[in-house]
């Protein structure tokens, strides 16, 4: 086995980002500066910062948000934007609650993590609900808000919008590229240098952890959610399956072969079509071993020819789910270490097998 150098898993926020239970499985089932530097960042006019703010427009999906001063109080919805701002250097003043896979603060680990690092200040909590909560939002008095990794509808854009300007997604709901999210927020804070260099930086552990693994090159995989009556596929626009895909994996043509678009970011089929969707490996998210085993043990796992073969990395643990589930620019170096300990064992089936 090729090992991995420790990478450290960056639990820090160095200088460099749907509830999520819902989002992942129950489809339907840097700037680290003191404290004194964050005070800075956040006192906005009289900020280094806010004097060279330069204003920009953003183009998304229900149209364009004009940015003309340098944001102060940013609020964040959906998956991943709030991540981002945490790690260049900003602690919203709102961003979602979560449960699946949180702390005792109901916060991803790794957002606890940089909180604490940039000071300890506390960010409003958002009620984990499907529709973005208006008025807790309107309550934080943002000067922006990002959900530009999200599920809002035109209606709710233009009901945020009146609170502050508002940025949606680029195209579809829930299938902004990890990438791009980050971009974007760097965009909206006037810090697209720190964000290029986040990417560079989160860049070059993958192509670290691909290049200790040039087995994982080629090898043809397939991303899903299982429960004992149906199987969630990930489609390729999913960022999962693109962060796999920087891993050097290949998407297994079955997965387009099967698509029926029912979603933008994966489709569903029925335990009696599993066995068709082949793949040198199977990636299944399971919230703990428990489940994993339950998957295993149903009829449509066991017509696949990867349980078969034992070539499914079983991705368990609600925290080390939601870190890949998609990445984010906190999450993806929080989680990689363990992700690649799943995924090894699997492609060394798939070669023997091969």
């Known amino acids: 086995m090729t090992s991995l150098r420790p990478l450290t898993r960056r639990r820090r926020v160095s200088r460099l980002a749907l509830p999520i239970g819902a989002l992942l499985l129950a489809l339907p089932l840097a700037a680290c500066g003191s404290e004194s530097d964050s005070d800075d960042e956040a006192s906005g006019g009289d900020s280094p910062a806010a004097e060279s703010f330069e204003p920009v427009t953003i183009t998304h999906a229900f149209g364009e948000t004009e940015i003309t001063e340098q944001p102060e109080r940013v609020a964040t919805w959906g998956w991943g934007s709030g991540d981002a701002v945490l790690a260049l250097g900003v602690t919203p003043v709102a961003m979602p609650a979560y449960s699946y896979g949180a702390d005792e603060d109901q916060r991803m680990p790794w957002q606890s993590e940089a909180i604490e690092e940039l000071g300890g200040e506390e960010p409003a909590l958002l009620s984990e609900t ?30 945020l919008s009146k609170i502050a300007p508002t940025v949606a997604y680029p195209d579809q709901p829930w299938a902004t ?20 260099d986040l990417l560079d930086d989160i860049d070059a552990q ?25 199987f969630y596929v990930y489609r390729g626009a999913d960022p999962r399956v693109e962060f796999l895909e920087d891993l050097g994996f290949t998407l297994a043509p079955s997965v387009d072969e099967l698509d029926t678009e029912e979603t933008t970011f994966y489709y569903t089929i029925s335990t009696e079509e599993a066995d068709k969707l082949t793949s040198d490996v199977l990636v299944s998210y399971a919230p703990d071993e428990d489940a994993a085993a339950t998957v295993a043990g149903s009829a449509g796992a066991k017509a696949m020819s990867q349980f078969r073969d034992g070539t499914v990395a079983e991705v368990t643990g609600a925290s080390l789910v939601s870190s890949v589930s998609p990445p984010t620019a906190l999450s993806l170096t929080w989680g990689l270490e363990d992700f690649i300990d799943v995924l090894v064992p699997a492609v060394e089936k798939a070669d023997a097998a091969g």
């Open 206 to 230: 993958v192509a670290e952890a691909a290049e200790a693994h040039p087995e994982f090159e080629g090898k043809s995989i397939a991303a899903v959610a299982i429960d004992p009556q149906a």
């Open 130 to 159: 499907a529709e973005p909560p208006i008025e807790e939002i309107a309550a934080t008095t943002p000067d922006l808000i990002l959900a530009n990794y999200s599920g809002i509808t035109e209606a709710d854009y233009e009901k």
């Open 177 to 196: 590229p990890w990438r791009d999210v980050i971009t974007t927020v760097g965009e909206a804070l006037g810090k697209g240098q720190e964000a290029s």
